[in-house]
């Protein structure tokens, strides 16, 4: 079973940074997809990026040129840079993963952490 760890989480001002990170405990398989979803209460979760070991990363557009996805493959870790936070941005964020390098953009990994809350004041 395949557990994702998120840390990072927390309270930032507007136009402030946070680095969220997550890492998969209890694997000897390789993520060949990670990356981090959000949600607000009532509404659906969300991709935020994605990156996997086939291809570049992929931004939703309400983050892009904001946020920078990174990972390490040989040590199944991800992590998400977010600059210039906007009160919009206000979410649980949820690591997830799949073995998969090859998953349709729509589809998430079968895996995903317990989630980070990150606010951010206006």
């Known amino acids: 079973q395949v557990q994702l760890v998120e840390s990072g989480g927390g309270l930032v001002q507007a136009g402030g940074s946070l680095r969220l990170s997550c890492a998969a405990a209890?694997?000897?398989?390789?993520?060949?997809?990670m990356g981090w979803y959000r949600q607000v209460p009532g509404q659906q979760r969300e991709l935020v990026a994605r990156i996997t070991s086939l291809h570049g990363p992929v931004y939703a557009d309400s983050v892009k040129g904001r946020f920078i996805i990174s990972r390490d493959n040989a040590k199944n870790t991800v992590n998400l840079q977010m600059n210039n936070l906007k009160s919009e941005d206000t979410a649980v964020y949820y690591c997830?993963?799949?073995?998969?390098?090859?998953?349709?953009?729509?589809?998430?990994?079968?895996?995903w952490g317990q989630g980070t809350q990150v606010t951010v004041s206006s």
């Open positions: 997830n993963a799949a073995v998969s390098a090859a998953l349709n953009v729509a589809q998430p990994g079968a895996y």
């Open positions: 209890r694997t000897v398989v390789t993520l060949n997809t």
